[in-house]
């Protein structure tokens, strides 16, 4: 069974300052999808972004980038410029991409809380 | 024109009640879904539906049924309500990109459904 393990159950950063949150996941299959959601008090979950594995390159989404590292199993997300509203939970997600498997739900970390100081 | 929509969004009841929780979809995805999310932030899934048929039951108690009467719906029924099934329950749906692989990554969520047993 695939894991995600989110090791920093709160971060903090100064606003316009860039954090980096940390993830690593476990799994024996080579095609799946990454992703990093954010969870504010509203509770809505929120995609940030999304990471494919069979893809090298890194995801980038305006202030937010991915250090996708496949061999090592990490995949970290960083916040450039941080604002006010960036302020929530942030989930690290894995799902498989194995089309025999159909659709195949999320499994998701613990979760790291950010908080933002102004 | 929300995408996934869950009723009702917050819920108080006594133990030993029975209760519902709906989820409707108008984005004519195939598979639908039901995670928890407990008192820690922690999120699992409970149960994957597609195309109406069950096709994951994480180990839950089977006091909890889940329902899928078409492809737009997915309820969820919880009997004998216990102080422990407070928590936030949040539909999801997904479209599967099929056997041919086509690339179908993301889950919509609902706003959640905030479950008080008192």
């Known amino acids: 069974a695939q894991t995600v393990t989110q090791s920093q159950p709160e971060m903090s950063v100064q606003e316009a300052e860039t954090v980096t949150l940390s993830c690593t996941y476990d799994?024996?299959?080579?095609?799946?999808?990454l992703f990093w959601y954010k969870q504010p008090p509203s509770r809505q979950m929120i995609l940030v972004i999304r990471?494919?594995?069979?893809?090298?390159q890194n995801a980038t989404e305006n202030r937010f980038s991915v250090n996708f590292q496949k061999a090592a199993k990490s995949f970290s997300l960083k916040i450039s410029d941080s604002q006010l509203g960036d302020a929530a939970m942030y989930f690290c997600?894995?799902?498989?991409?194995?089309?025999?498997?159909?659709?195949?739900?999320?499994?998701f970390g613990k979760g790291t809380r950010l908080s933002v100081i102004a | 024109d929300t995408a996934v929509s869950q009723t009702p969004k917050y819920l108080v009841t006594q133990m030993g009640n029975d209760k519902s929780i709906k989820c409707e979809q108008n984005?004519?995805?195939?598979?639908m879904y039901w995670y928890k999310q407990d008192s820690k932030k922690f999120l699992k899934i409970m149960f994957s539906?597609?195309?109406?048929?069950?096709?994951i039951n994480e180990t839950v108690p089977n006091r909890f049924s889940p329902k899928s009467p078409d492809k737009a719906h997915l309820n969820l029924h919880i009997n004998s309500l216990e102080l422990g099934d407070s928590a936030v329950y949040f539909c999801?749906?997904?479209?599967?990109?099929?056997?041919?692989?086509?690339?179908?990554?993301?889950?919509?969520f609902g706003p959640g459904t905030r479950l008080t047993v008192t």
């Open positions: 999801a749906s997904s479209q599967w990109g099929g056997l041919a692989g086509v690339r179908a990554w993301e889950q919509y």
């Open positions: 799994t024996s299959e080579s095609d799946y999808y």
């Open positions: 990471q494919e594995a069979y893809k090298q």
């Open positions: 997600a894995y799902r498989s991409a194995n089309k025999n498997k159909g659709n195949t739900p999320l499994v």
């Open positions: 984005l004519g995805h195939d598979t």
């Open positions: 539906y597609n195309n109406k048929e069950l096709i």
